[in-house]
């Protein structure tokens, strides 16, 4: 059924270079560079569909279905190989794990689900005393937004700290649907934070990515993270190199207030997890005096305490 009507939402937007892009595949999907599992999660699965790699926080892949299925997914492997997800056996896992406070909620798209397994999932997971904040990942804003509706938002609202952290990419995934949908969740008091896939082709321009941070914080969302597409199979042509990547956001930095900055993040192979970079700006540095260059590029003299 939901399907059904992602297929509408989605179709009538696909003419635009910015969404065919992101989701028609081609014969380059064939190429044999990059690996299966780019995070390495397998090695960090605890119990079915619990991923705990980092001391405070874990994640539940709640299902491996999605509105629409991206070209430059990091976690492809699980649309064939998702071994499921078991609620009991996640929150056995978490009741014994004092020092994780923090769950993500992820996939494939949490809200695939029906609102009713969301609220058991949210129900059993704010029962618990140690997990003091939920976050959900999801793009169904920008592939399903008539998804969210007024009784999913008072499912939602009802729960302990949730923030929802949305997938987009490019400013033209802002449509009257995706701004209905985010003004249901704002409105209600539910935070929302972005993550967006630097991708070659798309979006690796300053001034589409400025576009749509401005527009984002305009809508009350906060910009978070800016991710390196990651090494997963077919990937190949959406990666954006290292330099290019700074180079955007120093002139980020330069032209947009630090509210609409996110952070340039990507993750290291072989499980060495999530890394953040900034663009170098000290560029020499003797005793407490630092030679440190601008946004523009020019270079100052500052004497540290
Ligand atoms: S919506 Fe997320 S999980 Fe689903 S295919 Fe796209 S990137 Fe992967």
Same mark, same amino acid.
């Given at each position: ?32 560079s990059? $690996?299966?599992? =780019?995070?390495d ?16 926080r874990?994640?539940?892949t $709640? ?34 794990? #004092?020092h $994780?406070? /923090? ?6 798209? *949490? ?15 704010s ?25 999913? $938002?008072?499912?939602l609202?009802k729960? &302990? ?11 033209d ?5 995706f &701004? ?10 539910i ?8 991708? #070659? ?8 990515l400025? #576009? ?10 906060? *910009?978070?993270?800016l ?15 290292? /330099? ?17 900055? =996110? ?5 290291? *192979?072989?499980?060495?997890? &999530?890394?953040?970079?900034? =663009?170098?700006?000290?560029? /020499? ?12 590029? &020019? ?7």
């Open positions: 059924m939901e399907f059904v009507k992602f297929n509408t939402y989605l179709t009538g937007l696909i003419h635009k270079n910015s969404f065919k892009k992101q989701f028609v595949f081609n014969l380059t999907e064939l190429v044999r990059g $690996v299966q599992d =780019p995070l999660e397998e090695k960090h699965i605890k119990t079915k569909g619990l991923i705990h790699r980092y001391p405070d874990v994640v539940l $709640v299902t491996n279905r999605c509105f629409a299925y991206c070209r430059f997914c990091f976690r492809k492997n699980n649309w064939k190989n998702f071994s499921g997800f078991e609620l009991d056996g996640a929150i056995n896992y978490l009741k014994n794990k #004092k $994780v406070r /923090e769950v993500l909620i992820s996939g494939g798209d *949490p809200f695939t689900l029906s609102d009713k397994q969301i609220d058991d999932i949210l129900f059993q997971l029962n618990l005393n140690n997990i003091e904040v939920i976050r959900i990942g999801t793009r169904v804003f920008t592939s399903n937004p008539k998804r969210i509706k007024k009784e999913t $938002v008072d499912i609202k729960h &302990k700290s949730l923030w929802l952290a949305i997938h987009i990419n490019h400013p995934e802002i449509t009257k649907e &701004k209905k949908a985010v003004d249901l969740i704002a409105n209600s008091g935070p929302i934070v972005s993550q967006t896939v630097l991708l #070659k082709g798309i979006n690796d321009d300053h001034r589409i400025k #576009k749509l941070f401005y527009t984002l914080v305009k809508l009350r969302i906060k *910009p978070y993270y991710f390196g597409c990651d090494q997963a199979l077919g990937n190949e042509k959406f990666r954006v190199p290292i /330099e290019k990547s700074l180079d955007i956001m120093r002139k980020l930095r330069g032209n947009i207030s630090g509210l609409c900055m =996110p952070s340039y993040a990507f993750d290291l *192979p072989n499980g060495g997890g &999530k890394i953040i970079l900034e =663009p170098q700006n000290i560029l /020499e540095r003797k005793k407490n005096i630092y030679r440190i260059k601008n946004f523009e590029g &020019k270079e100052f003299v500052y004497n540290d305490i």
